[in-house]
């Protein structure tokens, strides 16, 4: 059902949405943010992108060495292994599953299901790790994830049509 190839054109191509995940994420400390993290990620273009582009096996690849990478270069805090699992490896996970989905009239749903997902799980970190009410915990992640979503989906349909023209992996 998925494919997966692993060569020097798409380990190139995988190397390139990361690196762009994290630039974008870099030019994310200047935009408002939560206390205790979370802000408009619009960097996760990059990983949808990947999924759309290459395939969700790629997304997936691509999210969890962006997770590894913001832990490594300080983008990411250590709350504790729950923090951790829901915060960030889930989440970034979860998001280059997007590509599993197909575009309904050009509009890419596969980014608002893995939103939704995402959220969910703050939303659980939240609860276990913070130890936050579901009213707070909502109020404090619905905000930057809705946000994050509505760019990113917008951020998709202007550069997707370009940058599928550009990228040939077959």
């Given at each position: 059902m998925f494919e997966f190839h692993l060569n020097v054109k798409t380990m190139t191509y995988?190397?390139?949405?990361?690196a762009l995940q994290?630039?974008?994420e870099f030019l994310t400390q200047f935009t408002p943010s939560m206390?205790?993290?979370g802000n408009v990620a619009f960097s996760l273009i990059a990983i949808f992108l990947c999924s759309y582009l290459m395939g969700p096996v790629y997304g997936?690849?691509?999210?969890?060495?962006?997770?590894?990478?913001?832990?490594a270069l300080g983008f990411a805090t250590f709350y504790g292994p729950l923090s951790v699992i829901f915060d960030y490896v889930l989440p970034l996970g979860v998001?280059?599953?997007?590509?599993m989905f197909k575009d309904i009239k050009k509009f890419p749903i596969g980014i608002?299901?893995?939103m939704v997902i995402k959220t969910i799980s703050h939303l659980i970190s939240g609860w276990y790790a913070f130890?936050?009410?579901l009213a707070?915990?909502?109020a404090y992640n619905l905000p930057y994830n809705i946000a994050t979503c509505v760019t990113c989906v917008i951020l998709y349909m202007i550069i997707k049509p370009s940058l599928s023209k550009a990228i040939h992996l077959h």
């Open positions: 995988m190397a390139m949405f990361a994290l630039v974008l206390p205790q993290g997936v690849i691509v999210g969890l060495v962006c997770c590894g990478l913001h832990f998001c280059g599953l997007a590509g608002v299901i893995c130890h936050t009410p707070g915990n909502l």
